[in-house]
């Protein structure tokens, strides 16, 4: 099954910020790092700014950054909030199915959805930084391996 | 996230066919009861057929059934191969992903995916026919319900 490229995209963001972490980046930067359209990395911005997870600053040293909930918020956390409201299969669509008031596969489908998001409770954006993904993250951004 | 339509019509098919087991049905009485086009079920049939999960039998009494694997297998066997091929994130998209080399982020979706696929490793398709969903499903195929 798949996440959103919504999702997708948000978890590339916090990845290459948390990359760089204390120092800022900015959207337009993201945007080319990651070979995405700015307009589509600008909703996906917005959408973890309301979540909390980055904040812009201005002025010297400003720009997109992680807040402290986003450096600690686990990646478990991040997909439920990104992806939460959506159920694994969709009963209500444009012919609505005949079994949505007494479906046991849809509860059957959520208790697994909530094992995919207890897994992702136990990562860290840490874990998804780590080598060797962080050394490619910061080679993209142009800055060089600290230490 | 979601599972694809595909998957989730081809649950809705071997339900259904739990559900009047012994009994056979056809695609088309099926595609009537779900409320989909024929071409999209006959398609969904065909997978299961190739999964060897359901046979059709021609004849008097024949008709689309499930076979003893198909009867006996736990839905998360059923949507791994229904699914199973597919990543959680779409690395290689028109425009691929530069970190897919290098990505911390799949293996841990992996990881999760693996614990929505064995959450469903529990689940038969008699826990998903046993009632109100079993009643509902032989309300659908206009069979009164036995016993």
């Known amino acids: 099954m798949r996440l959103t490229k919504a999702t997708d995209l948000a ?3 916090v990845m290459s910020l948390a990359a760089i972490d ?3 980046s900015t ?3 993201i945007a080319e790092e990651m070979r995405v359209p700015y307009n589509h990395l600008a909703k996906v911005v917005a959408r973890l700014q309301r979540l909390g997870v980055v904040e812009t600053r201005r ?3 400003g720009g997109l950054s992680l807040t402290d909930a986003g450096r600690t918020a686990s990646v478990g956390r991040l997909v439920r909030e990104l992806e939460g409201a959506r159920d694994v299969v969709e009963c209500e669509g444009d012919v609505p199915c005949p079994l949505r ?4 596969l849809r509860s ?4 697994a959805q ?3 998001f207890a897994s992702l409770d136990e990562v860290t954006l840490a874990d998804l930084v780590a080598s060797p993904t962080g050394p490619v993250l ?3 951004s142009g800055r060089p391996p600290s230490g």
Chains 1, 2 share one sequence.
Request: aromatic share 4%.
């Open 27 to 29: 959207a337009r930067r």
């Open 108 to 111: 059957a489908l959520r208790r």
């Open 11 to 13: 978890l590339r963001v």
């Open 114 to 116: 909530e094992a995919f």
């Open 138 to 140: 910061l080679g993209l």
């Open 22 to 24: 204390p120092e800022p």
């Open 59 to 61: 002025g010297r040293g």
């Open 101 to 104: 008031q007494a479906c046991r």
